[in-house]
T-cell receptor
Framework: GAVVSQHPSRVICKSGTSVKIECRSLDFQATTMFWYRQFPKKSLMLMATSNEGSKATYEQGVEKDKFLINHASLTLSTLTVTSAHPEDSSFYIC?????????????FGPGTRLTVT | GNSVTQMEGPVTLSEEAFLTINCTYTATGYPSLFWYVQYPGEGLQLLLKATKADDKGSNKGFEATYRKETTSFHLEKGSVQVSDSAVYFCALSNTNAGKSTFGDGTTLTVKP
């Protein structure tokens, strides 16, 4: 079964409003989670690294004031798209590393489809 | 920085055909290499991985070998099925717990 969940799976919002997307690790703790954005027929682009108990680390070119990330607990990270515009419409995917013996494996959430009208 | 270059698609094959999707990478150190699959409307699923040179990852009939000398991790399957139709992403990570760098994805369509 899924080990990383995202909510909502789809959201439609009006331009200028804010939208919050949740990413949860279901049966393990994740001090770090990652947020990606996927454009149609394109690859995943890393937006930021979410760090539990501290500030997120944003990739170059990603506006931290527009894409607010909060990692308030060891199982939950949230991405808030503030003052959304149509160009923010995309598929947002989170991932969390889970330890499996001496190594980790990245688990990806099912994604959230955001449409801004 | 890290980068992954993947064979451009789309790729269309007939059922039972042989599949190869090329993937080469540039990275510092000794990254782990991954192939992910994304079915229509779904999130990414790990297909297979290799964590060191000469390792072979395999799953569901798919295989890929970590070739350090050619910095490649080509995905192969001897006989594809219609159900293999999906987008395939090659990726790397310098640490398994760290962020991943993805290729652009290759769309595979298998026709009966």
């Amino acid at each position: 079964g899924a080990v990383v969940s995202q909510h909502p799976s789809r959201v439609i919002c009006k331009s200028g409003t804010s939208v919050k997307i949740e990413c949860r690790s279901l049966d393990f703790q994740a001090t770090t989670m990652f947020w990606y954005r996927q454009f149609p027929k394109k690859s995943l682009m890393l937006m930021a690294t979410s760090n539990e108990g501290s500030k997120a680390t944003y990739e170059q070119g990603v506006e931290k004031d527009k894409f607010l990330i909060n990692h308030a607990s060891l199982t939950l990270s949230t991405l808030t798209v503030t003052s959304a515009h149509p160009e923010d419409s995309s598929f947002y995917i989170c991932s969390a590393p889970r330890a499996g013996g001496p190594t980790y494996e990245q688990y990806f959430g099912p994604g959230t489809r955001l449409t801004v009208t | 920085g890290n980068s992954v270059t993947q064979m451009e698609g789309p790729v269309t094959l007939s059922e039972e055909a042989f599949l190869t999707i090329n993937c080469t990478y540039t990275a510092t150190g000794y990254p782990s290499l991954f192939w992910y699959v994304q079915y229509p409307g779904e999130g990414l699923q790990l297909l297979l991985k290799a964590t060191k040179a000469d390792d072979k990852g395999s799953n569901k009939g798919f295989e890929a070998t970590y070739r350090k000398e050619t910095t490649s991790f080509h995905l192969e399957k001897g006989s594809v099925q219609v159900s293999d139709s999906a987008v395939y992403f090659c990726a790397l990570s310098n640490t398994n717990a760290g962020k991943s760098t993805f290729g652009d994805g290759t769309t595979l369509t298998v026709k009966p």
